[in-house]
Structure formats: structure tokens, C-alpha cells
Nanobody, 123 residues
Framework: QVQLAESGGGLVQAGGSLRLACTLSGRAFGDYAIGWFRQAPGKKRQFVSAISWNGGKIDYADDVKGRFTISRDNAKNTMYLQMNSLKVEDTAVYYC????????????????WGRGTQVTVFP
């Protein structure tokens, strides 16, 4: 059974940075594409970024391009989201998602989801 656990959320001032991490257990981390979604209060869940099993394919939502960077360390079973130049509108619960193909992750159809970590950006 695949389990995902997010960490690294918190409170940060606009313009600041945070790094989120997601660890996968229960299966071989390197077999899975993995990504991030976020959901703000009263809004639909939104795709943020995803990375293929070997890092060969990476995708970002338009509103985070140039500010967020996704990466993975298969030796540590961990994926990271470096978030720079944070904006108030980035405030949301950030969820890690994993599946066997990056397309499945990007489409929001992942079979595995974490419980989320709160990111709050204040003015």
C-alpha cells in the first residue's frame, strides 16, 4: 500500500520561500510519478506541478512557472517543491499525489494522495 506524507508547510510573508517535501512508503519510490496539487478554501483542487519517475518530464501550472521548482531524490524516497516569491494567492493546502504515469498525476487521477500540508502566505 502506497502512503504519502507531506511536510514543510507553514506561515510565510509574501515574497518569501518555503520548501515542501513528500515522502512515499510502501512501494518503490522510483516506480512512481509524483506531483503537487493545492486547494484553497472554497476553491477546486488545482494542479501545481508534477515530475516523472526519473525526472525526465516536469510540468508546472502557469501561475507557478518561474517561481516553483519540483525535484526528486529517489535515493531518499523524497520529492521536493521549492516555492519562491510566494504570493498571498498561493495560500492553500498542498497535497502530494502519486501514480505510475505522470499524465495520470497531472490529470488529477492519481490513485494515491497525502493528507496535505497548509501553506499560508500573509501580506
Amino acid at each position: 500500500q502506497v502512503q504519502l506524507a507531506e511536510s514543510g508547510g507553514g506561515l510565510v510573508q509574501a515574497g518569501g520561500s518555503l520548501r515542501l517535501a513528500c515522502t512515499l512508503s510502501g512501494r518503490a519510490f522510483g516506480d512512481y510519478a509524483i506531483g503537487w496539487f493545492r486547494q484553497a478554501p472554497g476553491k477546486k483542487r488545482q494542479f501545481v506541478s508534477a515530475i516523472s519517475w526519473n525526472g525526465g518530464k516536469i510540468d508546472y501550472a502557469d501561475d507557478v512557472k518561474g517561481r516553483f521548482t519540483i525535484s526528486r531524490d529517489n535515493a531518499k524516497n523524497t520529492m521536493y517543491l521549492q516555492m519562491n516569491s510566494l504570493k498571498v494567492e498561493d495560500t492553500a493546502v498542498y497535497y502530494c499525489a502519486a501514480d505510475l504515469t505522470v499524465r495520470t498525476v497531472i490529470d488529477g487521477e492519481s490513485g494515491y494522495w497525502g493528507r496535505g500540508t497548509q501553506v499560508t502566505v500573509f501580506p
